[in-house]
């Protein structure tokens, strides 16, 4: 009777596995690189955008003026830090730094997404109908 695996399938496994993880965790790290401003929304209006090289605390107003969150830019990254809603779920979110990335406090209908800066520039070079 035949061995179902040998040393050499093995091996070649092993090795299949290991070149898989290194290019999937090469591939994250250079594709999710990470954005430089937190977009602000309230219920789908921009409240505003702050850079993540400014270490601050925005106090996130509703339309009458009461702080409803509490957003921290630290070190490069943004944290809900307070949250005037009862489940408190976006303050035990972690911190967010890479692009796309999003903190979302749904009874307050408040996001903040992480960005890249355009400074004017489009990434559109042109248009073809």
């Not at 070149?19 to 790290?29: D, S």
């Amino acid at each position: 009777m035949h061995k179902r695996f040998g040393k050499s399938d093995i091996i070649l496994i092993t090795a299949t596995l290991v070149i898989a993880i290194v290019a999937l965790l090469v591939t994250k790290k250079f594709l999710m690189g990470g954005g430089d401003e937190v977009l602000i929304t309230i219920d789908g209006e921009t409240f505003g955008e702050y850079s993540l090289l400014t270490e601050q605390t925005i106090d996130i107003t509703d339309s009458e003026g009461k702080t409803i969150n509490k957003l921290k830019i630290s070190g490069g990254k943004a944290n809900m830090i307070w949250a005037d809603c009862p489940d408190k779920l976006c303050v035990k979110h972690n911190e967010i730094s890479k692009e796309n990335e999003s903190i979302i406090c749904l009874p307050n209908k408040v996001t903040a997404t992480i960005t890249k800066s355009s400074g004017g520039v489009s990434d559109i070079d042109s248009v073809s109908k």
